[in-house]
């Protein structure tokens, strides 16, 4: 026997955000006789998104680069902007861009939902300092950060200046540790800073090193 339903019960709607989709929910549609009605709801979300900048380009004249020719954007919800910082700070958007000067590329992608994933890209030659920080990369962490980044300040020498800056180039915080060679790692707090995409640099005077992080 097929229950009938209870008349003139009102139908009440709820919109839930879940992640990046929204679903509709009846919530007492109604009531067999004698028993509830159960409503599944299958939810679904867009994968997380995540970028590969591509390779290092180990080069002697870096204006032959063209840097996003190998990119690999997985997941999210297409269409993606792209925007690249370069090693002076200067912003480029577009998915390609030529590289001018040696040092670290950041490049941050961002979907329709306003979600962002960032990598990076050396372009260096075999006989400059930066080969050596190719091979020897600034350790940053937690990354995602939520309110103090630490870093490693090994291989530095005393003192050691640490600037962050904004992923537009603008320079929002800035320290001296003077006593970097006593730790193999220091801290700084960013309760300052609003939610977004950030690079921290550290440079003693002999050499730099840069990294990407965001902050939650």
């Not at 861009?97 to 040092?103: A, K, M, N």
């Not at 090994?154 to 929002?172: A, L, N, R, Y």
Request: one cysteine or more; hydrophobic letters at 40%.
């Amino acid at each position: 026997m097929v229950p009938q339903l209870v008349h003139n019960k009102m139908i009440r709607m709820k919109s839930i955000l879940i992640g990046v989709t929204c679903v509709l929910i009846l919530l007492n549609a109604g009531r067999a006789i004698g028993q509830d009605i159960i409503i599944n709801v299958p939810v679904s979300q867009p994968r997380l998104l995540e970028l590969d900048a591509g390779e290092n380009s180990l080069v002697e004249d870096p204006g032959t680069i063209i840097l996003g020719q190998d990119i690999t954007v997985i997941g999210g919800a297409p269409e993606y902007t792209y925007s690249w910082t370069d090693p002076d700070k200067n912003v480029f958007e577009g998915q390609s861009i030529s590289g001018t000067t040696f040092g670290k590329y950041f490049l941050v992608v961002t979907d329709v939902n306003n979600c962002t994933s960032l990598d990076s890209v050396y372009i260096y030659n075999s006989t400059s300092v930066l080969s050596q920080i190719v091979d020897n990369p600034l350790v940053v962490f937690p990354n995602p950060a939520t309110g103090t980044l630490r870093f490693s300040t090994q291989s530095f020498s005393s003192p050691v200046k640490v600037d962050i800056f904004s992923i537009e180039g603008k320079k929002v915080l800035s320290k001296e540790i003077l006593n970097a060679a006593e730790s193999d790692f220091h801290y700084m707090n960013l309760g300052e800073l609003e939610q977004g995409v950030y690079i921290i640099k550290l440079d003693d005077g002999h050499f730099y090193r840069m990294e990407s992080f965001i902050l939650n």
